[in-house]
C-alpha cells in the first residue's frame, strides 16, 4: 500500500465548477505539499502546510493532521487548471519527500 | 530572481553509458534535491545535497551518486545506463533542508531517453 494515497486519478470538469482533490497519507509527517505539474514536466509548488488551511487565489489547501488527510480546492475553475497535482509528504522521522501518484484534472470551457 | 536551472533540458544515450545532469538553484539556496519521475513509479525520491554535503539518500542502486559544490549548484550521475532509467529528472532547491519548513522550488527538468 501507497504510503500517500491520492483521490481522484483522473478529475474532468466544466469550467466554472468547484473541484476538489483528495490526499491521504499513513506516515508521521512534518509537512504537506501541494505541486502542479503542466505537460512538458516542470512543476510549480503550490503550497506547503504542516496544519490548518491555506489560500492563494482560486486555491484553497486544508490539513487534518489527526486523519492523516488534506484536500486541494479550486473554486471557479478554468481550462488553465487543467494539469496533473501532486500531494507530497515530508516524512517527519526520515525528513525524505514522498509521492502520491497524482491527479490528472482537466477543465472543458 | 532567476529560477531552479536545469540543463541540458533533453538527453539521448544508449545503454552502458553515463550521464551527467546539472542543477544551479535559486541564489541562496543551499539544499538541491534529485527526483526520478517515470509514467510506472512516479516520482521518486534520488538524493538531496545541502551545503555540499548528502544529506538524505532514496533507494536508487550505486549507479546514481552526486554531488554538490561550494555555490550549492548540483550535478548527478548515472553510469552504465539501462532501458529503465529512462525518466524525467527533476531538481529542486530550497533555502533549508527538507523537514525545515521550507518551500522547495523546482526546475523544468532532464528528460533523459536510454535508447
Known amino acids: 500500500k501507497n504510503e500517500v494515497e491520492q483521490s481522484p486519478q483522473n478529475l474532468t470538469a466544466q469550467e466554472g465548477e468547484f473541484i476538489t482533490i483528495n490526499c491521504s497519507y499513513s506516515v508521521g509527517i512534518s509537512a504537506l505539499h501541494w505541486l502542479q505539474q503542466h505537460p512538458g514536466g516542470g512543476i510549480v509548488s503550490l503550497f506547503m502546510?504542516?496544519?490548518g488551511k491555506k489560500k492563494h487565489g482560486r486555491l484553497i489547501a486544508t490539513i487534518n493532521i489527526q486523519e492523516k488527510h488534506s484536500s486541494l480546492h479550486i473554486t471557479a475553475s478554468h481550462p488553465r487548471d487543467s494539469a496533473v497535482y501532486i500531494c507530497?509528504?515530508?516524512?517527519?522521522?526520515?525528513?525524505?519527500?514522498?509521492f502520491g501518484t497524482g491527479t490528472r484534472l482537466q477543465v472543458f470551457p | 530572481k532567476a529560477g531552479v536551472t536545469q540543463t541540458p533540458r533533453y538527453l539521448i544515450k544508449t545503454r552502458g553509458q553515463q550521464v551527467t545532469l546539472s542543477c544551479s538553484p535559486i541564489?541562496?539556496?543551499?539544499?538541491v534535491s534529485w527526483y526520478q519521475q517515470t509514467p510506472g513509479q512516479g516520482l521518486q525520491f534520488l538524493f538531496e545535497?545541502?551545503?555540499?554535503?548528502?544529506?538524505n539518500k532514496g533507494n536508487f542502486p550505486g549507479r546514481f551518486s552526486g554531488r554538490q559544490f561550494s555555490n550549492s549548484r548540483s550535478e548527478m550521475n548515472v553510469s552504465t545506463l539501462e532501458l529503465g532509467d529512462s525518466a524525467l529528472y527533476l531538481c529542486?532547491?530550497?533555502?533549508?533542508?527538507?523537514?525545515?519548513?521550507?518551500?522547495?522550488?523546482f526546475g523544468q527538468g532532464t528528460r533523459l531517453t536510454v535508447v
Open positions: 541564489s541562496g539556496h543551499r539544499s
Open positions: 507530497a509528504v515530508e516524512r517527519g522521522d526520515t525528513d525524505k519527500l514522498i
Open positions: 529542486a532547491s530550497s533555502f533549508h533542508p527538507t523537514g525545515g519548513n521550507t518551500e522547495a522550488f
Open positions: 502546510l504542516s496544519s
Open positions: 545535497y545541502f551545503s555540499e554535503t548528502q544529506r
